[in-house]
Every structure is written in C-alpha cells, then in structure tokens.
C-alpha cells in the first residue's frame, strides 16, 4: 500500500517533467513560440503583408512606441515619439520607417485604447437597433 502511494506521484512527477522537456526541444523559447503563432494567424499587431522589411521595423517600433507611452499615461502623439523624429535607421530609408512607424502607433494607440471594442459594440447596438 506504501508502494502504491509513492509510485503514482513519482509518475506522475516524471511525467510532467519530461512533458517541460518537450516543450523546450522543440528549439525555441516559448515566448518566440507564441510571436510566431500571431503573427501566422495575423494577430492586431502584426505588419500589413504589403508592407517592406524597413517598413515593417517601423511598425513594430511604432506598436513599441505606443505601448511605452500609454504606460506612462503621456497623451497618443506619434510626433513625440523621439523614434519617429529621429530614427536610426540610413537616412534614405527614414521616410519609409517613418511611415511604417506611424501606421503601427495608430495601430496600437487604437488597439490600447479600446477602440476596437466600442467599434464592435457599436456594430452590436446598431443590429439591435434595426439599422
């Protein structure tokens, strides 16, 4: 009986352990993992396809740049965004980051912010509504 209640805990100890194995042989940190699964199922936050490799860094930044300032309560302005005014990015690239830029801080300010909610209960009214 002793046996018993020793056993099935070990098992089930070494099964979860080898289960955290799995998990980690598969090459790549799981946070990577979850990215990479947002951004094939196109999550809010991923790029526009249409969108060049310069472009798509400035997305990114921009997302980055409304995260940072909607944490720390500063009003949305993308013109504050000391990325966006001076970007370390060859200088005959800055106009296509910037733009890049500017359309994920939109993306992001409007995601932070809930837009995308009271567009959907908008959406929901008005079929109640009968319009």
């Known amino acids: 009986m002793t046996f018993n209640r020793l056993v099935i805990p070990a098992i089930a100890l070494f099964l979860g352990v080898a289960g955290l194995g799995a998990n980690k042989a598969s090459g790549l940190p799981q946070e990577q993992h979850h990215d990479a699964y947002a951004q094939d199922r196109g999550g809010w936050d991923a790029p526009p396809q249409e969108l060049q490799e310069i472009q798509r860094q400035g997305f990114h930044d921009g997302i980055e740049g409304a995260h940072k300032d909607f944490d720390n309560h500063r009003r949305p302005d993308v013109s504050n965004r000391d990325e966006y005014r001076h970007p370390h990015v060859p200088r005959d690239q800055r106009d296509a980051y910037r733009e890049g830029f500017r359309r994920g801080y939109q993306v992001g300010v409007s995601h ?9 209960d908008r959406d929901h009214d008005n079929d109640h509504d009968g319009h």
């Open 112 to 120: 932070l912010m809930g837009d995308h909610d009271r567009d959907h």
